[in-house]
């Protein structure tokens, strides 16, 4: 079976070594602009690229609309003059509108993505092993942007058990898999004020299946498939959360979305 994330997967592992790179030193063709900016920066142009897809999402649908309007009435009109039935996806104006739209969603998108991985890479340089200031403390914690990116899938796997581990399956309706969501918080939220830590995250896929039936092959332990390097799997955990962050803020759009998203970036990177 075609390996339908290959690209997207490989899209980002490039976008994660074009950050490191130019975020290395100068004198080792790093750049001036990256040992100049912050966490605390690119919190904020990470904020105002999201405010940009959301702006771009609304337009695209806007745009999408009258497009098939306008080609519904089009289509009919044409009917009308000549006997016969138009042939379906007719294009016009309205819908290279559209097409255009979509492209800048894409644009948008790509600028997200690179913000959200530079501001991993930051908070790993500041508060993580590149930080040289932190070698002398005794304790050993470092952030660390795989680590983090880990864990936010742990924490999606345990809320959604109807989707990973040995209770995979249908879920019985909106309210169980709310209870499950909740209840996978509430242990979370406990560990963080000193109490027992939650249970382990289950596989990502059962051992021998993928998502969709096929088989693969996976490393012990966690479900991952074999072979993926750990730049891969990084990119690929950060790649995908700041489109899940673009599409949530882009549903809302009210203030409160915002401070949601300002939030999930922020602990993001917490532990």
Request: aromatic residues 6%; negative net charge.
């Amino acid at each position: 079976m075609k390996d339908a994330d290959a690209p997207a997967r490989a899209s980002l592992c490039d976008l994660l070594e074009v950050t490191r790179r130019v975020m290395a030193p100068v004198e080792a063709n790093g750049t001036f602009w990256c040992q100049e900016v912050d966490a605390h920066q690119m919190v904020e142009w990470t904020l105002s690229e999201l405010a940009e897809v959301e702006e771009e999402i609304r337009a695209a649908e806007d745009a999408m609309a009258t497009a098939t309007a306008t080609d519904a009435t089009d289509a009919t009109d044409a009917s009308d003059a000549d006997g016969a039935s138009s042939s379906p996806g007719a294009t016009g104006p309205k819908s290279e509108l559209a097409v255009a739209a979509r492209k800048r969603v894409q644009d948008e998108l790509g600028d997200l993505v690179f913000d959200v991985i530079m501001l991993g890479c930051m908070c790993e340089r500041r508060f993580g092993a590149g930080n040289a200031a932190l070698a002398g403390e005794p304790n050993t914690f470092r952030v660390s942007l795989a680590a983090a990116v880990r864990g936010a899938a742990d924490k999606v796997k345990r809320r959604c058990p109807y989707s990973f581990g040995p209770a995979a399956g249908p879920c019985p309706s909106r309210a169980a898999e709310k209870e499950s969501w909740t209840a996978a918080k509430r242990l979370e939220k406990a560990h963080r004020a000193g109490g027992p830590p939650p249970p382990p995250a289950p596989p990502t896929r059962r051992r021998g299946e993928d998502g969709f039936g096929s088989t693969t092959r996976f490393s012990s332990g966690d479900g991952v498939r074999s072979g993926w390097s750990a730049g891969a799997l990084t990119a690929c955990a950060v790649g995908m959360s700041a489109v899940a962050f673009a599409g949530g803020f882009a549903l809302g759009g009210k203030q409160e979305t915002r401070d949601a998203v300002k939030d999930a970036i922020s602990g993001l990177f917490k532990k």
